[in-house]
Each structure stands twice: as structure tokens, then as C-alpha cells.
T-cell receptor, first 116, second 113 residues
Framework: GAVVSQHPSWVICKSGTSVKIECRSL??????MFWYRQFPKQSLMLMAT?????????EQGVEKDKFLINHASLTLSTLTVTSAHPEDSSFYIC????????????FGPGTRLTVL | DAKTTQPTSMDCAEGRAANLPCNHS???????VYWYRQIHSQGPQYIIH???NNETNEMASLIITEDRKSSTLILPHATLRDTAVYYC??????????????FGGGTRLMVKP
């Protein structure tokens, strides 16, 4: 149990376009989901915390108007990278915490974004 | 959350135990020790966590020193598929206490045949 999926697993887009990444908890409800970004050979950096039905909380230095997060249901959160540029190319990973359950987070497989 | 220090990399022979150390000398009383690992180009995977007692599950054992300033993750019989970056994270656990995970550099474990 406790499976988190992401879609797409990889995407290539042109500079200036927007890309939406979906994060789903497949067999559990998640009141809180997290979005991370990981550049090559670096560790994961938390971008934002997403709570179902409320606005996301962004980490310092992360532009909320560029990285739009929507957490409309207990099983789905989306991250939209607006007007993507090559420097946004990265590995984006989401995680979900089981509502009312154990404290560990369950991570998705990640989405590799390449902006040309 | 308390900062952790881990060796950058370690090697281990296949079939032998892999012992991954972590220092967290500034850990506070309500902070747990969590271990995750990340296989190349995948999302992190939860391994184990503990507060002060040693813990064991089907994946690994966690040994926490009595003063809680350091811990060791033990993979009893490492396989090639255990090659990954292992992250030791210390944070307040339970309820709605933050929940965010702060990833450091981790230890790159290479299991060799």
C-alpha cells in the first residue's frame, strides 16, 4: 500500500511553455503533499507544502506565481511550471503523508523536466 | 530541525552488512531519526525511523546511541539493488508537527560484487 504516482514521468518542452505535473496517492488519502526539486548530483530541495483545500506554502526563494500548486482533492496535487525556461530543467518529486496515519512520507517516482 | 552529518560515500561487498553512520549531535528530545534512500532517478523510499530505541523492520535495523547523538543504519545482507544514496534526517515526528523533510547530502552507498 501507500503508493504515490506522478504523471508524466518525463517531459520535454520548449522555453516559454507551461507544464503540468500530477501527483496522486493511489490507495490512501493525503491531506498534505510536498513538492521537491532535485538538480543533477544534488539533494532534494523542498519547494512547497500543499494542503488539501488551502493555498500552498512555498519555501523561501520559490516563486509562487511561477510554480502553481493546486491540491483540489485528498488524492491529487498538481504542480504547474509556468513559462518554463532551461534553468527550470530538473527532477521534480512529490510526496504525500497519509492522513491520520503513520508519520512517514511516501514519495512519487519523480518527473524529469527538460526545457529546450 | 537538527542538522545531520553523514559520510559522502561508502562501499560495501555484496552479501555483507552495510553500516551507515549518521551524527546528529544537536538532536532535541522530541526529534526522531528517519532514514530514506534514493536509487538513481527514482523518488526517495522510506526505510525506517526511531526515537531512542533500536528499531528493526524487513529492510533494515536502526541503532541509536544512548545519548541519541548518533545512529547507524544497518542493511544486514547488502545486495547490488541496495546501491543508492541514503539520507539520515532528524525532525520532530508525529501529528501535525511540521512533517517536512530536510534532505542533506546523504551517503552514496555502492554495493560491489
Amino acid at each position: 500500500g501507500a503508493v504515490v504516482s506522478q504523471h508524466p514521468s518525463w517531459v520535454i518542452c520548449k522555453s516559454g511553455t507551461s507544464v503540468k505535473i500530477e501527483c496522486r496517492s493511489l490507495d490512501f488519502q493525503a491531506t498534505t503533499m510536498f513538492w521537491y526539486r532535485q538538480f543533477p548530483k544534488q539533494s532534494l530541495m523542498l519547494m512547497a507544502t500543499s494542503n488539501e483545500g488551502s493555498k500552498a506554502t512555498y519555501e523561501q526563494g520559490v516563486e509562487k506565481d511561477k510554480f502553481l500548486i493546486n491540491h483540489a482533492s485528498l488524492t491529487l496535487s498538481t504542480l504547474t511550471v509556468t513559462s518554463a525556461h532551461p534553468e527550470d530543467s530538473s527532477f521534480y518529486i512529490c510526496s504525500a503523508r497519509l492522513a491520520g496515519g503513520p508519520d512517514e512520507q511516501f514519495f512519487g517516482p519523480g518527473t524529469r523536466l527538460t526545457v529546450l | 530541525d537538527a542538522k545531520t552529518t553523514q559520510p559522502t560515500s561508502m562501499d560495501c561487498a555484496e552479501g555483507r552488512a552495510a553500516n551507515l553512520p549518521c551524527n546528529h549531535s544537536t538532536i532535541s528530545g522530541n526529534e526522531y531519526v528517519y532514514w530514506y534512500r534514493q536509487i538513481h532517478s527514482q523518488g526517495p523510499q522510506y526505510i525506517i525511523h526511531g526515537l531512542k530505541n533500536n528499531e528493526t523492520n524487513e529492510m533494515a535495523s536502526l541503532i541509536i546511541t544512548e545519548d541519541r547523538k548518533s545512529s547507524t543504519l544497518i542493511l544486514p545482507h547488502a545486495t547490488l539493488r541496495d546501491t543508492a544514496v541514503y539520507y539520515c534526517i532528524v525532525r520532530v515526528g508525529g501529528g501535525n508537527a511540521g512533517n517536512m523533510l530536510t534532505f542533506g547530502g546523504g551517503t552514496r552507498l555502492m554495493v560491489k560484487p
